[in-house]
């Protein structure tokens, strides 16, 4: 019965993080604000920054505001539940906090209400940084609007930053490093913490990869572009 206990509470969380991550804000706001559906204008993608494309600055910053939060509310609610009531008792923990966040980042990427079209998780990999590690929200920052400033380009910044990912977050298995740098009333579990989020930055760069096309002819979108 504790085994059964464990799967229904780890599926309940990811169904929680999946339906969270379904709640498009670039369509929510889009369509019942400007009458525009973002996925048809500019690059078609459902995230933040066609939407600031596409609805202007305002609606594009609500809009990667409440994509941010999706996961913030995700890892924090479930970490909470689990970890100061008696329902932790009966689960995985540290596997359901960090799935949720994986079916979060599905349901952004694949939105059930929206026609399984959705952002490129971004807003998501930057939501689980805030919500967890002080260390990569500041290193993400760096390079992401260094990047930004210099490049102009947010699919650039975007996947460099989930590359740099990539190659430092072995520091993460240093006991000091990891307990320095994670908030510790979290769900701290560097080998799932560190494995999501290699997860999310696999995820990013694949949902960039026209982006990566354009990038390397020469004709990927700057800021300050013309509308399309």
């Known amino acids: 019965m504790d085994l059964l206990y464990k799967i229904l509470i780890l599926v309940g969380g990811m169904i929680l993080g999946y339906l969270i991550g379904s709640l498009s804000f670039s369509l929510i706001i889009g369509l019942n604000f400007y009458k525009k559906d973002v996925r048809q204008y500019g690059s078609k993608n459902a995230g933040g920054?066609?939407?600031?494309?596409?609805?202007?600055?305002?609606?594009?910053?609500?809009?990667?505001?409440?994509?941010?939060?999706?996961?913030?509310?995700?890892?924090?609610?479930?970490?909470?539940?689990?970890?100061?009531?008696?329902?932790?008792?009966?689960?995985?923990?540290?596997?359901?906090?960090?799935?949720?966040?994986?079916?979060?980042?599905?349901?952004?990427?694949?939105?059930?209400?929206?026609?399984?079209?959705?952002?490129k998780v971004v807003s998501i990999f930057a939501g689980f940084a805030l919500a967890t590690n002080w260390v990569v929200t500041l290193i993400s920052m760096v390079i992401f609007f260094g990047l930004l400033g210099w490049k102009k380009m947010v699919s650039l910044a975007s996947v460099s930053t989930a590359l740099a990912l990539i190659l430092y977050s072995w520091i993460f298995f240093i006991p000091e490093v990891f307990a320095f740098s994670m908030y510790p009333a979290g769900t701290n579990d560097p080998i799932w913490f560190v494995s999501i989020f290699l997860v999310l930055s696999l995820i990013l760069i694949v949902r960039h990869r026209a982006n990566i096309k354009r990038i390397l002819s020469g004709t990927e979108r700057k800021i300050g572009d013309p509308k399309i």
């Open 49 to 119: 920054t066609n939407a600031t494309r596409v609805l202007g600055k305002k609606a594009g910053f609500t809009v990667m505001f409440f994509d941010v939060l999706k996961s913030i509310v995700v890892y924090w609610t479930i970490t909470m539940v689990l970890r100061y009531t008696a329902l932790g008792a009966y689960a995985w923990v540290a596997p359901t906090v960090y799935l949720s966040i994986f079916a979060t980042a599905l349901g952004h990427a694949y939105p059930i209400f929206y026609g399984f079209k959705g952002g």
